[in-house]
């Protein structure tokens, strides 16, 4: 969401939501093959929320139209 405090400056904030799979490998592994890691890896639901928030300078700070819309 923008929201517009003057013609010149607004407060920006959001939510966003990162959903995938991810596969991650034992810690203590001792295949030294990546493949066979890779392999034998377990795979898990990541679920990333992210807020952000932020504030948005516009120039130039004042302005006309110069021909129609």
Do not use: C
């Not at 929201?3 to 203590?28: P, Q, S």
């Not at 639901?45 to 516009?58: D, E, K, P, R």
């Amino acid at each position: 969401m923008r929201f517009f405090v003057t013609k010149f400056l607004t407060v920006n904030a959001g939510i966003r939501d990162y959903i995938f799979v991810d596969k991650y490998e034992a810690v203590d592994r001792t295949e030294i093959n990546g493949d066979a890691a890779r392999d034998n890896a377990d795979s898990s639901l990541i679920n990333n929320v992210v807020f952000q928030a932020g504030i948005s300078f516009w120039f130039p700070t004042s302005f006309e139209y110069t021909t129609f819309r």
